[in-house]
């Protein structure tokens, strides 16, 4: 399972809007089948039940095909206001239904949360009935040396879901989660989504702008969320015998990375690209029979490997960065002179 298969599962249901049974309906005349509504309402209190969704639950859907799909799953109505927001009418039965359903379902991908892999330093995972407020047991040492800080995000983007669906106005919607120690059983913090993520994610931001704007050099390690990445040394070779380099000449950069985190990350010479003092991109050189860099590393291990560039020669080139193992945004800038 993906790391963040817990919220792509909350993703999923959203997608198909309300997954509810669909509604038993009479096969008599329209005219019998209001009668019969009418005296449900009476004689039951069964209503329908309204629910609006705003535009920005909807980011990357076919509202279209999320409204036709919705309608097959039992929905009574479902219109596109001019906002981008979608309101759905169901009967208040449907509506009990799917919400049962989605709670089966955010039972089963929190027990899978804490059996998988993916989420190692978390122990356990605790709910109440409205899923508003969490507590997760976890290695707090693991936790606060791990990516597992993640799951923090899973668990408040599927609260907020699944209160919305429930009626609750998006802008009231909170989920607070608390993070308990395994070991101590003593609460050591206390979030609440989606203020917490936003400042923490303003807090990411700050930081990630200002490793950006520095400029290495050769020599240097830069440590980008627990990896060191060191450019060790650059100097012109010359191309294969059979594979001529276009620009003429071949930029070979060795470079190493050391994981100090407890997660296998992956580094690859795609993620760097270099520049010559024109601001122009250069190609990669694949010639050589010693494969450039492309490579998994385990917690605590180190890889070595070479990066190559087909280049004009010049006395200096711009090298940038952009780690896939990031959440984040994060170019690394280096000025690069060959030796």
Not at 141 to 156: R, V
Not at 197 to 210: K, L, N, R
Not at 238 to 266: I, R, W
Request: glycine share 4%; proline share 1%.
């Amino acid at each position: 399972m993906k790391k963040l298969s817990f919220l792509l599962l909350v993703m999923a249901m959203f997608a198909v809007s309300a997954c509810s049974s669909q509604e038993d309906t009479s096969k008599a005349s329209a005219e019998s089948e209001e009668t019969e509504e009418q005296s449900v309402e009476v004689d039951k209190g069964l209503l329908n039940v309204e629910l609006t969704i705003p535009a920005s639950m909807f980011e990357g859907e076919d509202i279209d095909q999320v409204i036709a799909e919705a309608k097959e799953d039992g929905v009574k109505e479902a219109t596109k206001n001019d906002d981008g927001s979608v309101t759905y009418k169901m009967s208040k039965s449907a509506h009990k239904e799917m919400m049962q359903e989605f709670a089966v379902s955010m039972k089963e991908s929190l027990d899978e949360m804490v059996t998988s892999e993916d989420f190692v330093s978390i122990k356990a995972v605790d709910h109440n009935k409205s899923f508003d407020k969490f507590t997760l047991t976890v290695d707090q040492e693991a936790y606060e040396n791990s990516f597992d800080g993640f799951g923090i995000f899973a668990l408040g983007m599927s609260g907020m879901f699944y209160q919305v669906y429930d009626g609750k106005d998006m802008e009231s919607a909170k989920v607070t989660i608390s993070l308990v120690d395994e070991a101590t059983q003593e609460e050591f913090d206390t979030l609440v989504y989606p203020d917490d993520m936003e400042e923490a994610t303003s807090e990411t931001e700050e930081v990630s702008s200002e490793v950006s704007s520095e400029v290495y050099t050769v020599g240097d390690t830069v440590n980008i969320e627990g990896m060191e990445l060191t450019i060790n040394s650059a100097s012109f070779t010359s191309p294969a015998e059979y594979s001529e380099a276009a620009n003429g000449t071949v930029l070979t950069v060795d470079v190493s990375l050391k994981n100090t985190n407890d997660e296998q990350v992956f580094i690859d010479n795609t993620e760097f690209a270099i520049y010559d003092a024109e601001g122009i991109k250069m190609d990669d050189y694949y010639g050589y029979d010693d494969m450039a860099l492309s490579d998994s590393v385990n917690s605590g291990k180190q890889v070595n490997g070479k990066l190559y560039f087909d280049v004009t020669e010049q006395d200096t080139y711009e090298m940038i960065y952009t780690p896939s193992f990031s959440w984040e945004s994060v170019e690394i800038t280096f000025d690069i002179t060959p030796q």
